[in-house]
């Protein structure tokens, strides 16, 4: 029995710097997992409403890349590298994300993809390496409500795939 008593789920001693989304989608596991590994797929949804997304180079493998370009809907580009840190197809995705490589403020994002009957329940969790720096990408950047559409948008995407019979 844990500290906090039975029945009460102990917090986690990252909660202060987390942001956690979750989202079910009507499409295989296999599918969305697929959606996050592909540049081909990527490029088509990825972002918040309104963005676009071009590609400098990617690479996906432990320590492989992402470079990339957000680009805003007020034509503001945001400068975006990911580096993935560890890839259980099509289980998890661990990755270090920040506008480039090097960048002191890069924040850890873990994407974990469980069947959930013939639908998939995606889970982005975000751990920053403060709060202030949490604070920052949810008030200046809208970090949850950009979360959600992006994950929106995957939805959106990987459904249009299902139907049209797993053509891309």
């Known amino acids: 029995m844990s500290a906090m008593g039975r029945g009460t789920p102990a917090r986690s001693s990252t909660a202060d710097r987390e942001i956690v989304i979750s989202r079910v989608i009507d499409a ?35 320590g492989g890349e992402w470079d990339f370009v957000m680009h805003g809907p007020d034509g503001t580009d945001y400068a975006e590298w990911i580096s993935w840190t560890e890839i259980a197809p099509p289980e998890r995705i ?27 329940r995606i889970e982005m969790r975000t751990v920053f390496r403060t709060r202030e720096l949490r604070d920052e990408a ?28 797993g053509e891309v």
């Open 28 to 62: 295989p596991r296999e599918l969305v997992f697929e959606a996050f590994t592909e540049v081909r797929h990527l490029s088509r949804w990825w972002g918040p409403e309104g963005f676009t997304t071009s590609t400098r180079s990617f690479e996906f493998r432990v």
């Open 94 to 120: 661990a990755a270090l994300h920040g506008e480039s490589r090097g960048d002191p403020n890069a924040f850890e994002s873990v994407l974990t993809f469980e069947p959930d009957g013939a639908a998939t």
């Open 138 to 165: 949810v008030e200046k950047y809208h970090a949850i409500e950009g979360g959600r559409q992006t994950l929106s948008n995957l939805a959106a995407y990987v459904g249009e795939i299902v139907r049209k019979g």
